[in-house]
């Protein structure tokens, strides 16, 4: 009897960061490793506004939280050696794997772009130079050192050791302020999740520095006033009503939500059903709200499409929701020099520009701006929903803000409108994110007939290409028997074992 794996390889990296829900069966709780990237020390605001959303090099890169999760994560719940854990990940670097068609397109395209990056261009291309194939094997040698030496003398390589120094010469060789006492000084903490309750579902969540679990939350809060089912889920009504939750639930993301040791995060107050009453009785079911009456101070700046998200539950009952990024695709672009990794560009996930304001360019405010030591926001939202104490679905996604309405649209797929997981998967996705004042709709998801509905009740909408890559697993509560549904829109596989 094994568990079932969906996983997706995109992004998720060494040097980078994320948030990893845990469902312990013996301690009967589900826990938050929470190893998000932190502001180096020297980091001033006046440094970064200077940045953008999509900048890269050593000076967007934050200190990497990657090694320091999975240690607490094995510390508190591993049951192998922390050695034969890391030893497959240094084995698929030593004598490579062989890569799909959707990573031989996208390291093509990339290295094609890379003209300030030789680093990363010698590392990921072929020794002939010639384009990478599906099927080919892509093989890095000096990653698969650096794991070795993760390996053999734990996170403390990378933190404080041969590791630490190839970061910091990194650094100087670029501009960049990770320095050897922002890596020493790094921690990973256990957090206590954000927590819900949705139609007799408990809902768990990533905490701050992440906004995913409240807005999640507060979401779900809105739409249970509501009786979803009858409405219909493509309808002009139900989709109206993801809509306007999914705007007040970014409003308050963009309001409130911060690294919770330097902005107070209402999260009782956002997460409390009482609140989303009040949310629920401003929403006009024959007119859209505009966002800029809202609140007109705030800006949204755009984010990039990678990172990796995968869904595990084992023979006993414990299930892993873990989401994990470089924040763009491929990060900063820079790989450490002789270590084989690419550093993360997290700290464009800051508020960049104190104050500034603009209907569809960044936000501005407080909950989220660049300190020394400071975690930067994050929409990243691994979940686990139990019933009856048992973990029934767990999911996530990468795509940047879209993930929190991901992860709300696989919820409510399978709670509200009965879909099997596979079909909540495949579903078309919406997002909306307060501004711009815009709703993305996957092709799909509503017909024209619908859109003219509610483009004249002020509904303005885009058509992205997809959204998100969400790998699921749903534990049927009847036969216990595990559903996974690996996401087709990127790449990923489920498996059992
Ligand atoms: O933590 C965050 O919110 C973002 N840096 C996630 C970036 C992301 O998902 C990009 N990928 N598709």
């Avoid at 501009?175 to 903490?189: R, T």
Wanted: glycine share 10%; hydrophobic share 35%; aromatic share 6%.
């Amino acid at each position: 009897q094994g568990g079932s794996v969906a996983s997706s390889y995109a992004t998720g990296n060494i040097g980078g960061g994320g948030f990893m829900m845990v469902h312990d069966v013996c301690r009967r709780d589900v826990v938050c490793v929470e190893y998000r990237e932190t502001a180096p020390c020297a980091a001033t605001r006046e440094i970064y506004s200077k940045l953008n959303g999509t900048s890269r090099g050593q000076l967007s890169a934050g200190v990497p939280g990657t090694v320091r999760g999975m240690a607490l994560a094995h510390q508190q719940f591993g049951r192998l050696t922390w050695q034969s854990l890391v030893a497959p990940a240094v084995q698929l670097a030593a004598e490579g794997f062989p890569i799909d068609s959707s990573l031989a397109t996208s390291l093509n395209g990339w290295i094609k772009r890379l003209g300030d990056f030789p680093e990363a261009r010698r590392v990921y291309s072929k020794s002939d130079g010639s384009p990478w194939q599906a099927g080919e094997r892509l093989v890095q040698p000096e990653l698969a050192k650096t794991l070795r030496l993760i390996a053999d003398c734990g996170p403390d390589a990378f933190y404080c050791g041969a590791i630490a120094d190839q970061i910091v010469a990194e650094m100087q060789a670029g501009g960049g302020l990770i320095s050897k006492s922002d890596l020493a000084g790094y921690q990973a903490h256990l957090r206590w999740p954000v927590h819900g309750t949705y139609r007799g579902y408990e809902v768990f969540g990533p905490p701050p520095p992440s906004s995913g679990g409240i807005a999640l939350v507060e979401m779900l809060n809105v739409l249970e006033t509501f009786d979803l089912a009858k409405k219909k889920r493509e309808s002009a009504e139900g989709t109206h009503l993801f809509v306007e939750a999914m705007r007040r639930a970014y409003f308050d993301r963009a309001r409130f939500a911060g690294d919770p040791a330097f902005t107070d995060v209402p999260v009782a107050r956002l997460t409390s059903k009482e609140y989303a009453r009040e949310q629920a009785a401003g929403i006009d079911p024959h007119k859209a709200t505009r966002s800029d009456e809202l609140g007109r101070e705030l800006l949204t700046k755009a984010e990039g499409e990678s990172t990796t998200h995968f869904s595990v539950v084992d023979s006993a009952g414990n299930a892993v929701s873990n989401t994990y990024t470089l924040q763009d695709s491929y990060g900063s672009r820079v790989v450490v020099r002789g270590a084989g990794f690419l550093l993360n560009n997290e700290m464009t996930d800051f508020n960049l520009q104190p104050g500034a304001t603009d209907r569809d360019g960044r936000i501005g405010t407080p909950a989220n701006l660049v300190d020394p030591g400071r975690r930067m926001l994050s929409s990243q939202t691994p979940t686990i929903v139990m019933q009856g104490g048992r973990v029934v679905l767990v999911t996530g996604s990468p795509g940047g803000r879209t993930i929190i309405n991901t992860v709300l649209g696989i919820v409510t797929n399978v709670i509200d409108f009965g879909m099997t997981v596979r079909e909540a998967v495949d579903a078309p996705r919406l997002h909306h994110q307060w501004l711009p004042d815009i709703t993305k709709s996957e092709t799909g998801r509503i017909s024209s007939d619908v859109r003219q509905q509610l483009e004249s009740r002020g509904h303005r909408f885009d058509e992205p290409k997809k959204q998100g890559d969400a790998h699921s697993i749903w534990i049927d509560p009847a036969t216990g028997v595990r559903h996974a549904a690996a996401d087709k829109r990127i790449s990923g596989h489920a498996a059992a074992e």
